[in-house]
């Protein structure tokens, strides 16, 4: 069994900056690749950005590249090489919502929630 943890939401200011992080515990070595997704009230869950563990290949949406960062922790020690962090910077009122960590078997960094079977309970991220 998988696990996922995120962490770092919270409120902050137009133009301002937050680090998310998500941890991956248990089973992990069925993991290959990871996303973030965020969610408004009443708007679909839409794809952030999304990196394979293996190749470290990224995959970003359009509205956040050059704005936000993904990566995975470069420790190869068994506690953190299957944590993944999400940098967010120049926040706007738009990027608000609940992010989630997502994870999925295959090799593509795919941006599509259906492509991921594995997910966080979230964390509340308010640009205001």
């Known amino acids: 069994q998988v696990q996922l943890v995120e962490s770092g939401g919270g409120l902050v200011q137009p133009g301002g900056s937050l680090n998310l992080s998500c941890a991956a515990t248990g089973k992990t070595n069925v993991l290959n690749c990871m996303g973030w997704f965020r969610q408004a009230p009443g708007k679909e869950r839409e794809g952030v950005a999304a990196?394979?563990?293996?190749?470290?290949?990224?995959?970003?949406?359009?509205?956040v590249q050059g704005r936000f960062t993904i990566s995975q922790d470069p420790a190869k020690n068994d506690n953190t090489k299957n944590t993944v962090y999400l940098q967010m910077s120049d926040l706007k009122p738009e990027d608000s919502g609940t992010y989630y960590c997502?994870?999925?078997?295959?090799?593509?960094?795919?941006?599509?929630?259906?492509?991921?079977?594995?997910w966080g309970q979230g964390t509340q991220v308010t640009v205001s």
């Open positions: 990196i394979c563990l293996s190749s470290g290949s990224t995959t970003y949406y359009n509205s």
């Open positions: 997502a994870a999925r078997r295959g090799p593509i960094p795919y941006l599509k929630a259906a492509e991921y079977n594995l």
